[in-house]
């Protein structure tokens, strides 16, 4: 089996790096203090082809793969894991319109996707469920034109920032069964946002609750059939896992080059802290979890892209490995940075704060072991 990256592969992780580079790391710092990314950044990702990246070309996408788009969101985590989440959730979006959506609603909403003339958010987690989302209570009630919802969703990146919003609501039965998709726009009646949350890290996204008071939806923007919305957000979850280990891992490769620098550089006893054997051992530590994080998740991707029985659980346990992974790393490298890590000059510190999120978004890691429990007790029946 060959781990190697392939020409194009390569090709694709040196865009999204250089891009990330040049258009997002001087300013990221910047951001999180504002607390928004601006949106003239968004038309320049979209030239790219990462607005769709696995949104099928006939709609404007660029058709990559899984495992492709963890080199993009590695890459682009290396500038900035806020920033490059960001756009794994307008991605995640995107999927499941592309993969679920009628003809009619991936014309209708999938070109201005990919190119990013409108932004997309996911909204699934509520106040009273977030590991459980199977118990939304989103309403969405029937009407002659198609539904009127009333509910609220939280912790939503994007919440009044992003221009549509991929809703899972309630259109039946208690459970899961009962839970549909639909795409609600900005400006809709009823439609309302709270206040900006005060966050520890991922502090250049907005996030708000998202709020609908008997907020009417157009029939026509039912993704899919009712009654398989939670489903489809599964699935969409399973390539978001993904990415979102990709951005942790981006993120801490990024402080383990950083934190190399600095202890080429810095003295102590008379040499450079990299001499000292017991530093070069946590060094040594650090790159085994990053390098062994990359082939889990590459490997994931792989069989996520090959449809393969037991993607969902390789996608979980890739989610949870690289995650805690990821954050152990970048938590190390402030430490090795001893004082000035905790300095906002050197950039470990909002590391940090970034990953630590990833270990709960697109569900929690102690989530992640269930399903991985759970599949292996099923296979043994």
Known sequence: MDFALSEEQQAIFDMAYGFGQEHIAPFARQWEAEGTIPKALWPKVAELGLGGIYVSEDVG???????????VFEALAMACPAVGSFLSIHNMCGGMIDKFGSPETRAAWLPALCSMEKIFSYCLTEPGSGSDAAALRTRAEKTNDGYRLTGTKAFISGGGYSDVYVTMVRTGEDGPKGISTVIVEAGAPGLSFGGLEDKMGWRAQPT???QF???PVPAANLIGEEGRGFAYAM???????????????????????ATLTYMAERKAFGRSIDQF????FRLAEMEVKLQSSRIFLRQAASKLDAGAADATKFCAMAKMYVTDAAFAVANDCLQMHGGYGYLGDYGIEKLVRDLRV???LEGTNEIMRLIVAREMLAGRK
């Open 61 to 71: 996408g660029s058709g990559l793969s899984r495992l492709d788009a963890t080199l």
């Open 208 to 210: 708000r609750q998202v």
């Open 213 to 215: 008071d008997e907020c």
């Open 235 to 257: 699935a969409g979850l399973d390539g978001g896992r993904l990415n979102i280990a990709a951005s942790a891992l981006g993120g801490a490769q990024a402080a383990l080059d």
């Open 277 to 280: 054997q017991a530093l070069q």
């Open 358 to 360: 990833h270990q709960i």
